[in-house]
């Protein structure tokens, strides 16, 4: 397993075991416990826990500093309007994807809903439009799509 892998999975025991959904870690400690770098703690929270995945991260730098994670537990409609704000003006296809995956982990899509927001992702789909505008595209049609699922 790796050690990106292994931090994941402690940070969401962290996340599992708590009534909430919040789990508050120091992030010196938890590199200690598990045996890494703190940097390397930094580099899972902001590629695995973001809120295309469904999280709210914040931090408090300094002495007595933390990382709070907090899972996003609302109802459907808050969960996709939360993913829809988090969009903003232009997104990357692959990112489009993570939102897509993420909205078919939690069931809130179904595989051939997945399937068909991820086919209209596609670089191909935006062949015919500059290179610079295709991101303001994609992230037009990928929240149009989430909008019909409020």
């Known amino acids: 397993m790796l050690m990106s892998d292994i931090i994941a999975h402690k940070i969401l025991e962290m996340l599992n075991s ?3 959904g919040m789990a508050e870690i120091s992030r010196n400690t938890l590199a ?21 995945h469904g999280y709210v991260v914040e931090s408090k730098r300094g002495g007595g500093g933390y990382i709070r994670i907090t899972q996003i537990r609302d109802s459907s409609s808050t969960t996709v309007m939360h993913i829809v704000n988090s969009i ?11 939102i897509i995956e993420n909205l078919l982990e939690r069931r809130l ?8 927001m991820a086919a209209s992702m596609s670089d191909n789909c935006y ?11 994609r992230a ?3 929240k149009q799509m989430l909008m019909t699922l409020v």
């Open 18 to 20: 708590s009534s909430d």
């Open 32 to 52: 200690d416990s598990i045996g890494c770098v703190p940097s390397q703690i930094n580099y899972v929270i902001s590629s695995r826990f973001t809120p295309e």
């Open 88 to 98: 903003g003006d232009t997104i990357d296809r692959r990112t489009a994807v993570i």
């Open 109 to 116: 899509i179904d595989v051939s809903e997945a399937k068909l």
């Open 127 to 137: 062949r015919n439009i500059k290179p610079d505008e295709r991101g303001q595209v």
């Open 140 to 142: 037009a049609v990928l």
